[in-house]
């Protein structure tokens, strides 16, 4: 019920226990006239009734008006006592709501009870909602990215790349991982790779090869015989890088995997390694080319972010999708997993509305003792002045009996 159908139910109660103390105030009236040319007897005990019911109305009339205002607007001490004692009333309210609804013993049967997993399941596996989360995600991100000053993020990259780097040693990064290297035999490929070019490089350069052994043969030696010479290199050279390529076991390759090896140690263990890279590092690592590195890279970054988060079926959407359909599948069938998430959900609003009870307490206390006090009674007497003019009635009814009684009593007893 709205407040002004409140106040029209409230203003039709308040006529009928006004209309009953004029009745009874006419009924005294001519009761009263009727006394004084009429001797009969019952004229006295409705006299009796009527007066002694006007003196009940306006008793209760004034105790129930006193709650809400001055009666007549005469400010007669210990009325309009509602918009003087508004901030105790606030008080009191808020510590009765804490001490009777929110005590331990009564949440706790209520959070007992919460289950959100599978209402988060079910609301995240719809298609519907998983293009209003993902749509209010992209545009909070969007909104923070335009935001960001683009250079404080860069310095924020650089500072945080080169508090890094100071503690990496990077002779050890490396041999590191050149020992990953050999021991997932992975140089083995890398060996076998070069071993093949060189050997096709021989043969495409036969040509060069007798070139060159002509070039440092002796004048007197014929020009055939360097041919053949040449060819022979070649060839035997050409065999050997094919007998590398072809043969994993192939000596060659063991003592390029032993010096390999000898190298990482090298790298981890010689000093001078640390201080060549230390060099390598500074000088890559420079201020302003470390700044220049940070800023291409969150320009880099945002760029693309801004690019997935702006078209309607990106990589990075269609990704958050998938995963929003994995997570919505696993909340409505993994039991673990909602028993976790229902727990974490139980006790983190148990913890919360403890530590927050006296806040509860202090909003229905602030609130209340904002109120204006004239607005205060005005809604406290919406919702309980209909009950109160039954008081009226009540003690207009009852003072009247009582009067009736009285005068009986005086009569027949007296």
Known sequence: MNDEAKRKQLRKYKAFATGL????????????????????HWIGYVQAFAEAAM??????????TALFRHPLGLPIPHTNLIENSKQRLGDNLGSFV????L????????IQKLKVSNFVGEWLGKEKSQEILIKNLSDIVLDILNK??????????SKKVSEMTDDIKLNKVVGNGIGYILEKNDHQRIITNLSKQI???IIENDAMIQERVKKGSYSFIPSFVDTKIADKIADGLSDFFKEIEENPEHEVRGLITQKIHEFSVDLKE????????????????????????SNDIWVSIKKTLMKELQEENSALKNYLTKNLNEFAQNLKTDENLQNKIDHWVRVTAYKYILKNTHQFGNLISTTVGNWQGKELSEKLELEVGKDLQFIRVNGTLVGGLVGLIIYTITHFFI
Request: hydrophobic share 40%; net charge negative; glycine share 4%.
């Open 21 to 40: 103390f004029v009745l009874m105030a006419i009924i005294f009236i001519v009761t009263t006239i009727l006394q004084k040319s009429n001797n009969s």
């Open 103 to 110: 005590s331990p013993q009564n949440i706790r049967p209520y």
């Open 98 to 101: 804490v001490g009777n609804f």
């Open 148 to 157: 960001l000053d683009d250079s404080t993020v860069s310095q924020f990259i």
């Open 199 to 201: 050997k096709e490089y």
């Open 55 to 64: 003196v009940g109305a306006l008793a209760d009339w004034f105790a129930v």
């Open 270 to 293: 010689d000093p001078k390694w640390d201080e060549e890279f230390k060099t390598i590092k500074n000088g890559l690592l420079k201020n302003d080319k470390l700044d220049e590195y």
